[in-house]
């Protein structure tokens, strides 16, 4: 099986900042792109960033500037550098990942259980 799990989500003061993790592990044979998506009750989840195998990255319009979102390959894991951050930001950040499975190496796109970002003003 494959998990995703984010860890680093928590209630910050606006203008914090905050860094979240996310580690897959299981039976991985590769990974290819991996992101961050959010969620407010109520609406869509909307990507806040990707970043391919090779490093290239993709950002919503929101968070360019104060988000970086980075990955090690070789850890399988993929994190988001949250930098002044606002209280709109505020939802449920979700960790997702193409992953090839080693067992039966289908490609699935794989999601995290989720990591609670609060943002006060």
């Known amino acids: 099986q494959v998990q995703l799990v984010e860890s680093g989500g928590g209630l910050v003061q606006a203008g914090g900042s905050l860094r979240l993790s996310c580690a897959a592990s299981g039976s991985i044979f590769s990974i290819g792109a991996m992101g961050w998506y959010r969620q407010v009750p109520g609406k869509q989840r909307e990507l806040v960033a990707a970043?391919?195998?090779?490093?290239?990255?993709n950002y919503a319009d929101s968070v360019k500037g104060r988000f970086t979102i980075s990955r090690d390959n070789a850890k399988n894991t993929v994190n988001l550098q949250m930098n002044s951050l606002k209280p709109e930001d505020t939802a449920v950040y979700y960790c997702?990942?193409?992953?090839?499975?080693?067992?039966?190496?289908?490609?699935?796109?794989?999601w995290g259980q989720g990591t609670q970002v609060t943002v006060s003003s």
């Open positions: 970043i391919t195998r090779g490093g290239s990255t």
């Open positions: 997702a990942a193409d992953v090839r499975s080693a067992t039966t190496y289908n490609q699935n796109e794989y």
